[in-house]
């Protein structure tokens, strides 16, 4: 007997396949033609649902922008049953008392599984948590940070041998301080952050020689040994769209040209991750486009963009699946990604036929403005979290159920 039988067209060894899929304690133990039980069965194809290596849910200290809640439930709405949360708090998570104060904060209020990240800041390597989930380093400034403009070698070498991801932004300091100025719009901020900061702090990046490293939201295919990350926004959008405020961003939209080259090496497979980067922030704060607060949000939208992508035959499955799927759960060797035995039971079911617009004040996010509004986008009818439904028929029926991954091995 298992807890519970889902049955449906399930994406099994590379291609969907009719299957009934036994779960226990949240577990997948059983994959087989036929189970002789009770089940529920699910229409349209089923995929593994999606992990989110990069967002900003801004708890605690700034939830007037967004709440652990708000966060997740906008997770799992877009297909995503797994996050992992950056570090640039109000206060900065760059120490174990910070780490372990946001945890028992967070945890209550978590609708999908989570990790978090703790900041390196050149020096702390001793006392970040070692319980982290991954290690995030601010090369140069941005949203609550002031970037790490020297690094001892030693502390480095800690954080390497920690064997948890770091994860780059990579824009130099000293390189966006020499370029900063004015910026009405979002062509002169691409020109004060420009492309050749994100090429300096690779470079530095590169050089620390870590075990394993990410460059997260790179605007450009540059040369790294380590996995390349990009997010919607840079694939989707260029500088010349008239999106205002709800367009910047850190690093900024680029030109269409490059924008175009970006989506084009994704599409052959240059990229190992799509990531959000959702970092939401409130209104009052994106009204002014030179006073305005950099961060676009997209936990909600980011598998549903890319699904229409791939109905659109722009880009194919099996890279939209293992960019948003199964090389991000890999690369913090979750247990999910992948409908097989001894994986959590963490599902979606898809209909390619359900091709909306995005309509951003639907999206659930406390602060809701997206640059990608009127976008197509398809988002999944049902999504299923440990064997348990959180989504049903696109409405939210799922509870505080979120586990902090350390918990989930
Ligand atoms: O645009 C950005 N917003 N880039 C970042 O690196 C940080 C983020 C935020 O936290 O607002
Ligand atoms: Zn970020």
Known sequence: MYDRVFSGKFLFHGSFQDLDI???NGIITGIKKHINEEKKILKNGIIPAGTDTHVHFRDPGETDKEDFSTGTISAIFGGTTTVFDMPNNRRKIDNYAAYSDKLEIVRRKAFCDFGLYSMFTGTNGDIISKESSGIKVYMGETTNTGGMNNYSEDAVRTISEMGIPVVFHAEDGSCLKKHGGRARNLKEYSSIRPMECEEIAIERANNMKLSRGVITHMTHDYGTPYIKE??????????????GPYGKVNPPLRSRETQEDLIAKLVNGTFNIISSDHAPHVQND?????????????????????????????????????????????LFNLRKGEIKI???ADFMSVDFSSMEKINDYRLHSKNPGSPFNGFDAIFPSDVIMRGETVIEGKELIGDKMGKYIRELK
């Open 230 to 243: 990009v997010t919607p926004h840079h694939l989707l959008l260029n500088y010349d769209m008239p999106l």
């Open 342 to 344: 001894g994986n959590y």
């Open 286 to 330: 994106k009204t002014d486009f030179e006073y305005s607060k950099a961060g676009i949000i997209g936990v909600e939208t980011r598998i549903p963009l890319m699904l229409a992508l791939v109905q659109k035959k722009l880009l194919s499955f099996d890279t939209f699946y293992k960019t948003c799927i199964l090389n991000p759960a890999q």
């Open 22 to 24: 036994g779960v226990e």
